[in-house]
């Protein structure tokens, strides 16, 4: 899964991504979202924007799998009396 992430401010350095490469001059990048990632957000390096939350949210639900169906109780095989 990945997601937009910009630096906090102009000023701010951020070190590039160990997979995904340096952060652009202007703007923000679209990064995976790794333990890297997150602890950047955490130190204040980085924040999260909304750009490309609709697309994340997308990929997430086609990616879940149906639930399976709930299994029905076996039926007795015919000819054979049933136990009370």
């Known amino acids: ?3 937009h992430v ?3 401010s102009k ?3 951020v070190p590039p991504h160990p997979i995904e490469g ?3 001059a202007e703007g923000g990048a679209d990064w995976i979202a790794d333990q890297y990632t997150l602890r ?3 130190d204040g390096v ?3 924007t ?3 939350v609709a697309e994340a949210a997308e990929q997430d639900a086609s990616s879940r799998r149906r639930a399976s169906p709930v299994p029905t109780p076996p039926t007795p095989a ?3 009396a049933q136990e009370a």
């Open 1 to 3: 899964m990945k997601f």
């Open 11 to 13: 000023k701010t350095v």
């Open 50 to 52: 909304d750009e490309g």
């Open 40 to 42: 950047l957000i955490l």
């Open 78 to 80: 015919p000819g054979k």
């Open 6 to 8: 910009e630096p906090v």
């Open 46 to 48: 980085i924040r999260r």
């Open 22 to 24: 340096p952060m652009p």
